[in-house]
Every structure is written in structure tokens, then in C-alpha cells.
């Protein structure tokens, strides 16, 4: 059983930076892909970012180059830095991990809000 829990969403202007965090918890800390999605009002849940143990890091056309995913395994936890955020980033941002064994586990989401 893994936990996931988020921290690090908040209200900021247009242009402005958040780093979102996951921290893991539990048994089988071991993943074959950890991700970001986020779900806006009334639209249905997107991918933001994936980082697969091996392989390219892979990214919404909407956040390419502005969000950066990252892990540190050591901590079992990842980060979604992110920058220049616009009001459409706005959303609810879920935190996803998928195990050897092709479990996949979600954190509660962090919300993040973008004024224009």
C-alpha cells in the first residue's frame, strides 16, 4: 500500500512560480513512473508531467517548457516546478505513481490558482 500527499499549491499572480511536492509513503516504494495530473472545474483530468524510472520525460504540450517534474528517490518524494503560470493552470494538481507490480496510487490533490 502506498500513500501520496501533495503540498505546496496556493494562490499566485499570473508570472509567478509554485514547486509542488509528493511525498510516498507505505510499502513497494519502488516505481516504474511517477506523475503529475490536474483537473480544472468542469474539464476531466490531464497528465501534466511523467518521469518513467527509465525513458524520456514526457510533458503536456500546455506546460512544455515552463513546468519541470523531478524526483528524488532517496526522500521517495517528487516535485512540479513550475513557472511563468498562467490563469489556465489553474487546477487541481494529483500526484500518481505506478509500482512494479502496476499498482497505481494517488495522492489527494493540492490546489493550485492562478490570478490574472
Known amino acids: 500500500q502506498v500513500q501520496l500527499v501533495e503540498s505546496g499549491g496556493g494562490l499566485v499572480q499570473a508570472g509567478g512560480s509554485l514547486r509542488l511536492s509528493c511525498a510516498a509513503s507505505?510499502?513497494?516504494?519502488?516505481?516504474?513512473?511517477t506523475t503529475w495530473y490536474r483537473q480544472a472545474p468542469g474539464k476531466q483530468r490531464e497528465l501534466v508531467a511523467t518521469?518513467?524510472?527509465?525513458?524520456?520525460?514526457t510533458y503536456s504540450d500546455s506546460v512544455k517548457g515552463r513546468f519541470t517534474i523531478s524526483r528524488d528517490n532517496a526522500k521517495n518524494m517528487w516535485y512540479l516546478q513550475m513557472t511563468s503560470l498562467k490563469p489556465e493552470d489553474t487546477a487541481v494538481y494529483y500526484c500518481?505513481?505506478?509500482?512494479?507490480?502496476?499498482?497505481?496510487?494517488w495522492g489527494q490533490g493540492t490546489q493550485v490558482t492562478v490570478s490574472s
Open positions: 500518481n505513481a505506478v509500482d512494479d507490480s502496476y499498482r497505481t496510487s
Open positions: 507505505g510499502t513497494s516504494l519502488v516505481f516504474l513512473a
Open positions: 518521469l518513467p524510472r527509465s525513458g524520456r520525460t
